[in-house]
């Protein structure tokens, strides 16, 4: 009983403190979190229903899920090009990490398209 509360007790510390580490974050950064949820929860609904519907045109499910996915892993790219706090890309202007990202949704979008046929 006692180690439960333990491990309990160090669960509620370890959300406190990731929470409030949080909170420090930058706008511009919680905003790209929230488009990568956003896209992350999208492909999730398109699973589901697939799941509960049928996968007839599976070319078209997986063009959706991988537009999604894809997005996702862009927008990531871009969240950690962005950060003040990153070393590695301190040169890289914020102007340019973004035309990246536009420029490699456009080449990903333009392959899911034509993957749909």
């Not at 202007?93 to 456009?106: H, I, Q, W």
């Amino acid at each position: 009983m006692a180690r439960e509360k333990s491990s309990k007790d160090n669960a509620k510390a370890l959300f406190h403190s990731l929470r409030s580490a949080y909170a420090a974050t930058p706008v511009n950064l919680k905003i790209i979190d929230l488009y990568v949820g956003f896209a992350v929860f999208t492909a999730l609904i398109q699973v589901v229903y697939m799941a509960s519907v049928g996968s007839f045109p599976f070319n078209s499910f997986l063009s959706g899920v991988l537009s999604c996915v894809g997005t996702a892993v862009l927008a990531v790219c871009l969240r950690i090009q962005v950060n003040k706090e990153n070393k590695e890309f301190k040169d890289l202007p914020p102007e340019r990490a973004f035309a990246d990202f536009v420029l490699c949704n456009l080449v990903l979008h333009l392959v899911i398209m034509n993957f749909l046929g």
